[in-house]
């Protein structure tokens, strides 16, 4: 999640209050807009590192506090990390069986942009898809996923199929993104599927 676009305010900003990237700013204007997390939720962080995100949600949250990320995090007082691929299930095993209830998934995971936009957004639609797998296989019913991915002519493949497994879907561009960009998040609340059978619908 760490900044691709130099040091600009945000980014400085970042750095003065303890963050370790600029990305702290975007979960945290989304909790303010659409309250996410709640005090006693169990969240597991998608594409964690560096772990400006676990910062954030720690301090939101008195639950457990789970990150992955294929690259390790940087120790954080109060978080459990899990260094691996979310797309395998013994990772979802490893969170099922260190979290047992899972309230919330977030992921601001992106992949490794080209510059071709066509390319990077069906790549980051797939990671959103990936990421919605994930949470539909540990989320307990009621729970609230939050996902980047990036507007284009295919969004609205992931943001159906969000909308097959949440009651409530909405987008959302955070002012904390860069001007231009296309990303986008998708913020679902009320988790309708039950974990592990929706595995097999997706």
Known sequence: MGSQWG????YTRAMKEGYRSRAAYKIIEVQDR????RNDDNVVDLGAAPGSWLQVIRSLTQGMVVGVDLSPVPPLEGVKTIVGDLTEPSIREQVRAVMG???VVVSDASPKLSGHRSYDQARAIGLGEMALEFACTVLKPGGNFLVKSFQGEDFHILLNRVKEHFLSVKTYKT?????GSAEIYIIAKNFIG???ETERSL
């Open 7 to 10: 040091k600009d305010s945000c």
């Open 34 to 37: 659409h309250g996410i997390i």
């Open 101 to 103: 209830v899972v309230n």
């Open 175 to 179: 002012h904390s993104s860069r001007k």
């Open 194 to 196: 039950q974990p592990h």
